[in-house]
Nanobody, 126 residues
Framework: QVQLVESGGELVQAGGSLRLSCAAS????????MGWFRQAPGKERQFVAA????????DYADSVKGRFTISRDNAKNTVYLQMNSLKPEDTAVYYC???????????????????WGQGTQVTVSS
């Protein structure tokens, strides 16, 4: 069992930066690949970024590539999402999720993930 708690979401102006954190419980954090998803009002939840167990592999949605960076610290059981050059269309609830993967294959589908956090709100004003 893995419990995930996101933090770091807030109101920010367009062009600004935020860093989201997702703290995981349990001693098996390093066994899981991690992902970030987001859901804007009235829209389906969408993939944002993912990182492999050892951080050797990463994957990004085209809409955030070059602006967002996913990273993890297995000693701290935490995954991060650094978001730069934020745009109003980045406004959403951001969720982190964990998936047990034996071999890295970028997990973009929600259905692949085993555990989810409760989400943190990011609002980007124009």
């Amino acid at each position: 069992q893995v419990q995930l708690v996101e933090s770091g979401g807030e109101l920010v102006q367009a062009g600004g930066s935020l860093r989201l954190s997702c703290a995981a419980s349990g001693r098996t954090f390093s066994s899981y690949a991690m992902g970030w998803f987001r859901q804007a009002p009235g829209k389906e939840r969408q993939f944002v970024a993912a990182i492999s167990r050892s951080a050797g592999g990463t994957d990004y949605a085209d809409s955030v590539k070059g602006r967002f960076t996913i990273s993890r610290d297995n000693a701290k059981n935490t995954v991060y999402l650094q978001m730069n050059s934020l745009k109003p269309e980045d406004t959403a609830v951001y969720y982190c999720a964990a998936v047990l993967l034996l071999v890295w294959a970028p997990p973009r589908l929600e259905s692949k993930y085993n555990y989810w956090g409760q989400g943190t709100q990011v609002t980007v004003s124009s």
